[in-house]
């Protein structure tokens, strides 16, 4: 039987592959395709709002992965699975895309919060059990 540390792992890959199809599709509306299938060695700025969102949603999720992936297979190594922060950290990632790309601040800034709650939470559970 999968533990939850173990659902959320597989469905952050999903939500990764979410953030990086998002980001590419607008990418290629704004840039067209022959800059996706180019080397990308001098990207043009995005101008649009929503290429400019996602981009950075995208660069705040793999910048708060590598915490969560290091936890999460900590946990599931040291058999202290069970717990509520890897759930509270996807919830919050999985709520804070739409709510990055369509651009509100506060409760986007409070759903980060959150997840950032629930690496705290794994790594209390991993220190504390």
Do not use: K
Request: proline share 5%; hydrophobic share 55%.
């Amino acid at each position: 039987m999968s533990s939850i540390e173990l659902i959320c792992l597989e469905l952050s890959v999903l939500l990764f592959i979410a953030h990086v199809v998002c980001q590419a599709v607008l990418a290629q509306g704004e840039f067209g395709q022959p800059f996706l299938f180019s080397p990308r060695d001098n990207p043009p700025a995005p101008t649009g709002v929503a290429i400019g969102r996602a981009t950075r949603a995208l660069a705040n999720f793999v910048e708060n992965y590598g915490a969560f992936v290091a936890m999460d297979l900590a946990l599931i190594v040291t058999g202290h699975t069970g717990g509520w922060g890897a759930v509270v950290w996807i919830a919050a990632r999985i709520v804070y895309l739409p709510l990055y790309l369509v651009g509100i601040p506060v409760v986007r800034t409070l759903c980060w919060t959150v997840s950032i709650i629930g690496l705290l939470m794994m790594v209390a559970r991993l220190a504390f059990s």
